[in-house]
């Protein structure tokens, strides 16, 4: 069984964790994983550089939280951290108080750094990266080419995503995403094979606009999606009007989407209808939205989606894949 899933960071993450968690049950290995093959192609949109090196968070994010390395509470970075090279660099007037990396998190980017600048595309690098973690899954970064989104504000100026979240916590209005530099961006080496050749797609809990959004934007990648013959099932981020985490619903509300479960559908759109999807799983808080969008011709379902722990994560997995099971 081939499984691909195209992920952003934290909500990606822990969907991932619980898919494999579920597949080792269903798909043993005998070694205490899955004999399923599971590639995830990560959003690089979010990444910058800072102090010289090359910040990647979601790929960084699911490397720690399917190797088992990451900070559980906050969903990003490494356990066990310390601050001492950011402080550091604050007192000599350096760095920005509001996007500090952890001293174990920069050796990942300086490794990272170093592998760019020998000469390796990303792909090659993340690879080389993960056989650290060993996360169970074939990790792709969605270009190699640097791809980064940058918010347009009401002004018309142009910030990294990653201050206008961070910093912000995008309270400051924006009128667009732009994508910097995905004229010259490339699917990367096994990106278009993994959805083509797939027996099933999953689009995790991610962020419909910045993430999976970004991934979908890459020249290539929304056709091989569109085309594959592998049923394509999402799980939607948006539960009783409310995200799940993070500020997505400023992302939705910046390109006209309201923050709901069934307008995340449509933004999406069913692949009958030149969309990306076949099959919507949402939260049971809008189990009312189900009649709706089956009247419109989804394959759709309600179930608990609030990813608590890993068993529960487990389990929206499962719901996610039974709706394979009631496509026409």
Not at 80 to 95: I, K, N, P, T
Not at 212 to 230: C, F, K, M, S
Not at 250 to 277: F, K, N, S
Request: proline share 6%; aromatic share 4%; hydrophobic share 45%.
């Amino acid at each position: 069984m081939k499984v691909t899933v195209l992920s952003g960071g934290v909500g990606g993450a822990r969907f991932t964790r619980g898919l494999l968690a579920l597949l080792a049950e269903r798909l043993p290995d005998g070694a205490g994983g899955t004999s399923a093959q599971v590639t995830v192609i990560a959003n690089t949109g979010d990444d910058m550089w800072l102090h010289g090196v090359r910040v990647c968070p979601d790929l960084d994010t699911l490397m720690y939280t399917l190797g088992g390395a990451v900070h559980e509470e906050q969903g990003w970075g490494r356990r066990d951290e310390s601050g001492r090279v950011s402080a550091d660099l604050a007192a000599y007037g350096l760095g920005w108080e509001w996007f500090t990396l952890g001293d174990l998190d920069l050796a990942t980017h300086l490794a990272r750094t170093e592998l760019l600048r020998d000469g390796l595309p990303l792909s090659a690098v993340t690879q080389r990266l993960a056989q650290r973690w060993r996360p169970g899954v074939r990790l792709l970064p969605m270009s190699d080419q640097e791809v980064e989104t940058h918010v347009e504000l009401e002004d018309g100026r142009l910030i990294h995503f990653e201050e206008w979240w961070v910093r912000h916590r995008a309270g400051v209005p924006a009128r667009a995403f732009v994508q910097v530099g995905l004229e010259h961006a490339e699917p990367a080496p096994g990106v278009l094979d993994a959805l083509r050749q797939a027996d099933v797609v999953v689009v995790p809990p991610s962020n419909p606009v910045v993430s999976v959004g970004t991934i979908l934007a890459v020249p290539g990648v929304r056709d091989a999606l569109r085309d594959t013959a592998a049923p394509v099932v999402g799980v939607s981020p948006v539960v009783g009007g409310a995200p799940v985490r993070g500020m997505a619903d400023a992302c939705l509300a910046a390109i006209g989407v309201r923050t709901d479960a069934a307008a995340v559908a449509r933004h999406y759109g069913r692949r009958a209808e030149a969309g990306v999807l076949d099959a919507w799983l949402v939260d049971t808080a809008d189990e009312g939205a189900v009649p709706g969008l089956r009247a419109e011709g989804w394959t759709a379902a309600a179930a608990p989606t609030l990813m608590t722990d890993v068993p529960a994560t487990s389990a929206i997995a499962a719901e996610a894949l039974r709706l394979v099971d009631r496509l026409p």
